[in-house]
């Protein structure tokens, strides 16, 4: 078809680029092939490692075809080369989801809203986790103490008297 005419054309007559990565990855998706799909991310990420788009296109990938053990396990390898990205959280948080992992997927939740800068959504969205009854012991301490923290930051500025 024309796009991957147009593909071959730039992998022919133009410089290496992660975005030619990205598109023949999103031309198999078009077409519904999810094996050719994940080859497509696969090839990609081994010569551009640390590409956003194809990171997010891979995660969107898994999580499309049910699949997100496979999306945790590939943020769990490129997740610390972006540690403050909020879409990966995002993305983190509708794997924890789709798994029913209600916790881990509030934090995740809370997590990227913090990275945008919203601490009163990333407060709502932790309380939520510890609410959620599940998870073991080690992760609702770990969440009730940023529950703390965040519960600090946006206590702060009224003792200071930044609004008075």
Known sequence: DGASRELSWLKANAPSHPFFATLAANIEVTR??????????????????????????????FLRIHQPQQALKLLEEKQSMYPDDAT?????????AMLGKNLLSHQAQG???????????AY???????????????????????LKELRAMIDEPKKSGWFN
Do not use: C, W
């Open 32 to 61: 519904d092939n999810p094996t050719q799909a994940a080859k497509a991310y696969q090839a990609g990420l081994a010569i551009y490692p640390g590409h956003r788009a194809l990171i997010y296109g891979y995660l969107e990938h």
């Open 88 to 96: 990966m959280y995002e993305l983190k948080s509708r794997a924890y």
């Open 111 to 121: 997590e990227a809203y913090f990275r945008r800068y919203n601490v009163p959504k």
């Open 124 to 146: 709502e969205q932790m309380d939520l986790a510890v609410k959620s009854g599940d998870g073991d012991f080690y992760q609702q301490s770990i969440v009730e103490a940023r």
